[in-house]
Each structure stands twice: as structure tokens, then as C-alpha cells.
């Protein structure tokens, strides 16, 4: 297949840069051109995580462990999500034309988006994703680098355009006291078999990570997503050459990627807990890496 979009061969560097991307900082760092870094800093780049996160995917489905993404906000607008089972929801949420879990909004926010682009700006929002099925202990409370929390928040304010990471109740915590934070921990005997082992909890504010490591419940990780950089109506500038103020630089560019953006930050997680699965459990084949997983909950509950 033939890339007739091809042209960064024909194209000269910018002077103007563009508030909120990397480009003067990029100039400057690098003693460079704009074009340089803006390439290089391109969200293009999490294709690849995407296609990564595709395999890791298929990997966590062996052991009945699901990743799902979703648009929880846009452009500062909540959106309420449906209730139902995965299945239920991912199906809400592959009708959504915005990957939200509720399609009956999609209209409004199409309006949004629509005015958005009209008046030359862009928008940013909130993504969520639920991963499901997970066993106790991926992860370590040991060494600050094996700790999955931040190995997973690591992974995803990398992907470009994410300004912060919560997990579970996230930023609100700090706003409760203890006792409207921590999850109560019952017993079901009747759920014993379960990846959980039948400890469960009536809440999930820990957000399925407590020091480090998964606690048997839903993992529940949301990323914010500023609006995109590039403006139609540009914002204040200087011309790097002149240093005269102008208005900076665009080039062809989205109103809203937030949708996209669940697609991508649910490949990042699943690719990070994969990682955490094989730490624990893994081997030199998926016939032994089973064995082991298993063992291990026999040995859990047993204890």
C-alpha cells in the first residue's frame, strides 16, 4: 500500500512554536530544529504500544484477566455510564461513536466537538480502564520499582498528551477521611475458586492496588488528557528567528482524540499488567506459566 499522505521529506521547519507541545523546549534542549522534535514526540508513536498491548491482551485472556478502556469525561463534561456486566458495557461502548459507555450521549457531545472545531479550539478529557479477573499479589510492595501502581503510572503519563493518572478513588482520597477511603474486607466461601479467593469488598476505592500490588479486585486506572496542542486559532507566539511575537505555528491537527485515547491507554495498562503476570508466574512456556498460576491460588487458599 502506497502512503500518498507521505510529505515530511517536503517539509521545512516551523519558527513559531506552538504552546503546550515540545517544541521550543525540544529547539532548545536539542540546539535544534522544531521539526526534530515534534516528529519524534508525535503521538504516532503509540502504535506501536497499541499493537504490543493487542498481544499482551491475548496473553491476560488465558488466565480470564480482561482490559477495558472507555471515555469517562469530555471537554469537562461527565458522562454517565450505563451499568451491566463487561460484556454488556464493552458492547455500549464499541456503539459509542466516542467510546463512552453511554451512546444515548453521543449526540451531545458530537454538538460539542462540532462547536469546538468551529471556533478553532480543541478538547481534552478523562479516560478510564477496568482490567478484571486479576489474582492477588501482581506486583511488589519490595522495591519502588517493581511496585505496579507506579509502574503503571509511569507507563501511562508517558503516552503523549496525559497530564495526570489516578488509581481508584485517586485525588479524591486526599479530600475523605480514613474511614470513607479503605475498603472493608469480607469473606464468601462460596467465591473461594475466584482469582480473588473469595475475599471481597463492598467498595473498591483502593482501586484493585494496595501497596504495590493487586488485591484481588478490579484494577481501575484513569488518565487525564489535555486538549491538543495544535490550534486552528493559534495562540500567542514568537518567531525564534526574530524573536517578534506571532502567532504560533499550525499544522493539520484533531479537535478531540480522547477516544483514541482510551484505545491507547487500555493497551498500556494491559501491557504493563501482562509484564507483572509474567514476573510473577512466569516461565519458559504458557503450559508452565499456567501450572505455576495455578498453584499458586491452590497454595493461596490453603493457607
Known amino acids: 500500500m502506497i502512503n500518498r499522505d507521505y510529505k515530511l521529506e517536503r517539509l521545512g521547519d516551523l519558527q513559531r512554536p506552538r504552546p503546550g507541545h515540545g517544541d521550543l523546549t525540544g529547539a532548545i534542549k536539542y540546539l535544534g530544529s522544531i521539526r526534530g522534535t515534534l516528529e519524534r514526540a508525535s503521538a504516532r508513536e503509540t502504535t506501536v504500544r497499541v499493537a504490543a498491548g493487542a498481544l499482551a491482551a491475548q496473553l491476560l485472556a488465558e488466565f480470564g484477566i480482561r482490559a477495558f478502556g472507555y471515555v469517562v469525561e469530555l471537554g469537562g463534561v461527565a458522562i454517565h455510564s450505563q451499568p451491566g456486566t463487561l460484556d454488556e458495557q464493552r458492547a455500549l461502548r464499541d456503539r459509542s461513536i466516542i467510546y463512552s459507555l453511554n451512546p444515548d450521549q453521543d449526540d451531545e457531545f458530537k454538538t460539542l466537538i462540532d462547536q469546538c472545531g468551529k471556533e478553532g479550539d480543541t478538547l481534552g478529557g478523562i479516560v478510564e480502564v477496568r482490567v478484571e479477573g486479576l489474582p492477588f499479589g501482581l506486583g511488589s510492595h519490595a522495591q519502588w520499582d517493581r511496585k505496579l501502581d507506579g509502574r503503571l503510572a509511569q507507563a501511562v503519563m508517558s503516552v503523549q498528551a496525559i ?5 481508584g478513588l485517586g485525588f479524591e482520597a486526599a479530600r475523605r477521611r480514613g474511614s470513607q477511603v479503605h475498603d472493608p474486607i469480607h469473606y464468601d466461601a462460596s467465591q473461594r475458586d475466584a482469582p480473588h479467593l473469595g475475599y471481597v469488598r463492598p467498595t473498591n476505592n483502593a482501586g484493585g492496588l494496595e501497596a504495590g500490588m493487586t488485591n484481588g479486585q478490579p484494577l481501575i486506572v484513569r488518565a487525564a488528557k489535555k486538549p491538543i496542542s495544535t490550534l486552528r486559532k493559534p495562540l500567542e507566539s514568537i518567531n525564534l528567528e526574530t524573536k517578534q511575537p506571532e502567532e504560533a505555528a499550525y499544522e493539520r491537527s484533531d479537535i478531540c482524540a480522547v477516544s483514541a485515547a482510551s484505545v491507547i491507554v487500555e493497551n498500556v495498562v494491559a501491557f504493563e499488567v501482562a509484564a507483572a503476570l509474567i514476573d510473577k508466574f512466569g516461565g519458559d512456556s504458557l503450559v508452565e506459566m499456567k501450572a505455576r498460576y495455578e498453584l499458586f491460588l491452590k497454595m493461596a487458599r490453603e493457607r
Open 163 to 167: 497530564k495526570g493518572v489516578e488509581i
